[in-house]
C-alpha cells in the first residue's frame, strides 16, 4: 500500500511505495569500479595538476607546500561552477519576467585522503573529525567574503552521485543567492517557531526519539533518523542537539560523535549495498551581503530571524534509484523503502558503542 507523506521541513510531498522495490531492472544503478586509469590530479606526486593548495594537513613541519606528503589537502576548482568576482563588479539585472546574476562566487575541492580507493566510510574517527574541522574552516572563509550569501559544503560519492573523479574529495561553493530550497525551510522555521514557540527540528528530533521508529541512533549531540517523508531509498537526516546556523561549529566532543555515527551509517551502507553512489550534504543558515541584505524578499522580511532560527543539519543520500519522469515534472519524490524499515536496519550495524 502506498503513503503520501510530507516534508515537515520543505514542504515536499513523497510517495513511499514500497511494492515498486520488486520492479525488474535491465539498467541496474552503477558501482563504484576500481582505481581509476591514467592520471590521477589528486594523488599525491601531481599536485601540480591542480590549483595551488589553500589548506594542507599532515606534511612535516617546513615541507614545501603543493608537494606530496599530505593528508588532506583544499584547492579551488579548476573548472569551478562560479568564480571569484572582479573588483567592483556589478550586481544582478531583472524585470518583470527575466532576472539574471553574475556567476560570482567560491568552490573549493577537499581531497580528505590521499588513498585513491578510500572513502568517507573508511576513514577513521580521527581524521573524520579532521576533515570536518577542514570542512568548517573553509566554510567560515567563504562566509568572510563580502557577498557570499550561501555557503554549501557537499560530497559526491560515485557516478550516480554526480562525482566525474574517483579519488575520495569533498567540495564547498559560495553563491551571491540564497537557493529557493533554503529560503523555503527558513519560512517553514519561522512558522513553526511562530505556532509553535519552538524550533521544528528540535521538536522533530525529539518526536523521533521518543517515537522510535525511525530513528537510528541518538546521544547527547547528534540524532541519525530516517526522515519521514525520505525521498531516496536509506536516506539519513542527522541533527545536531545544538541549536545553530552551521552543524560544523562542533565542540570537540560532537564532532567525534558525528565522526562515529557517519563512519558506522556508511559502512552499515556499504554491507548493504556495496559501493554505493551517494551525496552528503550540510545545510547552513543564510548569510547577508555587505549591503546588509540576504537579496531575497522573503529573507529580508525575517531579518534577524532567518539566521537566529535556522537549525544546521546534513542530509546523507544514497543514490540508488534514478529520477525519472513523473518525479522530475511534478517534484514529487517516489521511494519504494519505507523510512522504519531502512532506520530498523541501520540500527542492527555492528559498530555502535
Not at 599532515?58 to 568576482?85: D, K
Not at 558525528?258 to 559502512?267: E, K, S
Not at 522504519?340 to 559498530?351: I, K, N, P
Request: hydrophobic share 40%.
Amino acid at each position: 500500500m502506498s503513503m503520501l507523506r510530507q516534508d515537515p521541513l520543505t514542504g515536499r510531498w513523497v510517495i513511499i511505495a514500497t511494492g515498486r522495490g520488486g520492479r525488474p531492472n535491465e539498467f541496474p544503478l552503477l558501482q563504484r569500479g576500481g582505481a581509476a586509469e591514467g592520471r590521477c590530479p589528486f594523488c599525491p606526486g601531481h599536485e601540480a595538476d591542480t590549483t595551488p593548495e589553500v589548506l594542507a594537513l599532515g606534511r612535516p613541519h617546513g615541507a614545501m607546500p603543493n608537494s606530496p606528503g599530505w593528508r588532506l589537502r583544499a584547492f579551488p576548482n579548476l573548472y569551478p561552477a562560479v568564480t571569484a568576482a572582479p573588483h567592483g563588479a556589478a550586481g544582478g539585472e531583472s524585470d518583470d519576467l527575466l532576472s539574471a546574476w553574475p556567476g560570482h562566487g567560491r568552490h573549493e575541492v577537499v581531497v580528505y585522503t590521499p588513498d585513491h580507493r578510500a572513502s568517507l566510510a573508511t576513514l577513521s574517527e580521527a581524521d573524520f573529525v579532521a576533515l570536518l574541522d577542514a570542512v568548517r574552516q573553509r566554510a567560515a572563509s567563504f562566509a568572510a567574503g563580502p557577498d557570499i550569501r550561501f555557503v554549501a559544503p557537499f560530497c559526491n560519492h560515485g557516478p550516480e552521485a554526480g562525482a566525474t573523479l574517483t579519488h575520495p574529495h569533498l567540495q564547498l561553493i559560495g553563491t551571491p543567492r540564497v537557493p529557493l530550497l533554503t529560503v523555503e525551510k527558513s519560512l517553514r522555521l519561522d512558522a513553526w517557531r511562530r505556532d509553535h514557540d519552538g524550533c521544528l527540528l528540535c521538536d522533530l528530533a525529539a518526536r523521533e526519539r521518543r517515537e522510535g521508529a525511525r530513528l537510528i541512533r541518538a546521544d547527547a549531540h547528534w540524532t541519525a533518523l530516517a526522515p519521514w517523508a525520505s525521498r531516496f531509498p536509506w536516506e539519513v537526516l542527522l541533527v545536531p542537539t545544538r541549536h545553530g546556523p552551521s552543524p560544523l561549529d562542533l565542540e570537540p566532543a560532537a564532532a567525534l560523535s558525528l565522526a562515529g555515527m557517519l563512519g558506522t551509517i556508511l559502512r552499515a551502507l556499504q554491507r548493504h549495498h556495496g559501493d554505493l553512489s551517494l551525496n552528503l550534504v550540510f545545510h547552513l543558515a543564510p548569510r547577508r551581503g555587505s549591503d546588509g541584505s540576504f537579496a531575497e524578499p522573503a529573507l529580508d522580511a525575517l531579518g534577524d530571524r532567518a539566521i537566529g532560527q535556522w537549525h544546521g543539519h546534513i542530509e546523507l543520500l544514497p543514490r540508488l534509484s534514478r529520477l525519472a519522469g513523473f518525479e522530475a515534472g511534478t517534484g514529487y519524490a517516489i521511494n519504494a523503502v519505507e523510512p522504519e524499515a531502512a532506520a530498523a536496519q541501520l540500527r542492527s550495524a555492528e559498530g555502535w558503542t
